[in-house]
Structure formats: structure tokens, C-alpha cells
T-cell receptor
Framework: LAKTTQPISMDSYEGQEVNITCSHNNIATNDYITWYQQFPSQGPRFIIQ???TKVTNEVASLFIPADRKSSTLSLPRVSLSDTAVYYCLVAPDSSYKLIFGSGTRLLVRP | IAGITQAPTSQILAAGRRMTLRCTQD?????MYWYRQDLGLGLRLIHY???????GKGEVPDGYSVSRANTDDFPLTLASAVPSQTSVYFC??????????????FGPGTRLTVL
């Protein structure tokens, strides 16, 4: 499974756009990129998944360049409730072996 | 719809005791998983089951056992608890039906302290 590298922590302010970049240099052809969000004292929650280019849903956007060696999770206009840990995962389609790294701890300030 | 329920919510256990953490899902998902999360770290997969009647080892299986007698339940047993098993335990499930959207759904977690 491809190893991922993402910043340990990020700070932002309410209303700003937050971009969290994840590096996955050894991504394989059949790997998908998935992001999960975890609030304190809760289990992780799926945010978004993509294979290439751009994916957007009601929560976030995921940008994946052509070489797929990195990806960027974009959270538009964050609020205090977006304070959480964000995990970038790379795994083959339908893989049960998800590897959660340490994630990026996002703190949104008033 | 409850999704995934876990019991107990928290437990303090003496070392050497046997403990079973319960997990039930009502989504009729094929696959179920157990993870542990230690302070400041990501989740690590303990055991998994792709379908009822089958189980497999994850990244950190030692000291834990699981069974999958039916689709809905996936209990995790610590035969003889040790302090290093103090952690928060998350159960998850996924449809595992193929395609690019096999999302894992997580339960609320069980906080276990072994003294």
C-alpha cells in the first residue's frame, strides 16, 4: 500500500478556504485516494474519494494532478465545526486494508 | 437507522481479565473491521471480516480474536487483557460490493483502560 505524508497540523480562521495536501509518491495504478474526517471522541467519517482530476461534493473538493503523486483536500469557508483530524488514505478499489496515518489536525479559530 | 453500535462505551479492566467488545451493524454490510486508536495516533487495523464466516488479521492482531457468526455482529475478544491494550476501539463496516465507493462507516468507539 502506498505511504502517505501530510502535515501534522494546520491553523485557519472561520470563513477561510483550507487546503490540505497529501503526498503519495508510490501510488499504484489501481489505487484510489480517500479522505476521512475525525472529530474528538468519534469514529472517522468519509469525506470524499477520487481517482484523478477533480471531485466535488457538498462538503469538499479533491484535486488530483495528472501524475497522482499528491492530492489536495479543499474545504471552502471553514467554520469552527470543521476543527478535526483529516486523514488521507490511498488504497486499491474496495480494499479492506485502509492505512490511517497520523492525519492532519486542523484547528479553526474564530 | 442506527448504523453501527458498540458496547460498552467505556470500560476499566484489570489486567489478565477476559473482555469482549461488541459491535452490531444494521446496514447489512458484507465487511466489518476492528481498529484501535492510541493517543495522538491514527487508527490501526486489528482484524477484519469480508463476509460472515470469514475473518482475517490486520496490522496488530496479537492478543485479540474475532468471530463473525452472522452478518450483523462482529465481537472482539481480549482473552487476557494487558495494559498495552489500553486504547479506543472502533468498529467499522463497509459494503465491499466492488466499485470505487466502498466507504467504511465507523461506530462511536469503546474506550478501554487496562490496569
Amino acid at each position: 500500500l502506498a505511504k502517505t505524508t501530510q502535515p501534522i497540523s494546520m491553523d485557519s480562521y472561520e470563513g477561510q478556504e483550507v487546503n490540505i495536501t497529501c503526498s503519495h509518491n508510490n501510488i499504484a495504478t489501481n489505487d484510489y485516494i480517500t479522505w476521512y474526517q475525525q472529530f474528538p471522541s468519534q469514529g472517522p467519517r468519509f469525506i470524499i474519494q477520487g481517482y484523478k482530476t477533480k471531485v466535488t461534493n457538498e462538503v469538499a473538493s479533491l484535486f488530483i494532478p495528472a501524475d497522482r503523486k499528491s492530492s489536495t483536500l479543499s474545504l471552502p469557508r471553514v467554520s469552527l465545526s470543521d476543527t478535526a483530524v483529516y486523514y488521507c488514505l490511498v488504497a486499491p478499489d474496495s480494499s479492506y486494508k485502509l492505512i490511517f496515518g497520523s492525519g492532519t489536525r486542523l484547528l479553526v479559530r474564530p | 437507522i442506527a448504523g453501527i453500535t458498540q458496547a460498552p462505551t467505556s470500560q476499566i479492566l484489570a489486567a489478565g481479565r477476559r473482555m469482549t467488545l461488541r459491535c452490531t451493524q444494521d446496514m447489512r454490510h458484507n465487511a466489518m473491521y476492528w481498529y484501535r486508536q492510541d493517543l495522538g495516533l491514527g487508527l490501526r487495523l486489528i482484524h477484519y471480516s469480508n463476509t460472515a464466516g470469514t475473518t482475517g488479521k490486520g496490522e496488530v492482531p496479537d492478543g485479540y480474536s474475532v468471530s463473525r457468526a452472522n452478518t450483523d455482529d462482529f465481537p472482539l475478544t481480549l482473552a487476557s487483557a494487558v495494559p498495552s491494550q489500553t486504547s479506543v476501539y472502533f468498529c467499522a463496516s463497509s459494503e465491499l460490493a466492488g466499485g470505487d465507493t466502498d466507504t467504511q462507516y465507523f461506530g462511536p468507539g469503546t474506550r478501554l483502560t487496562v490496569l
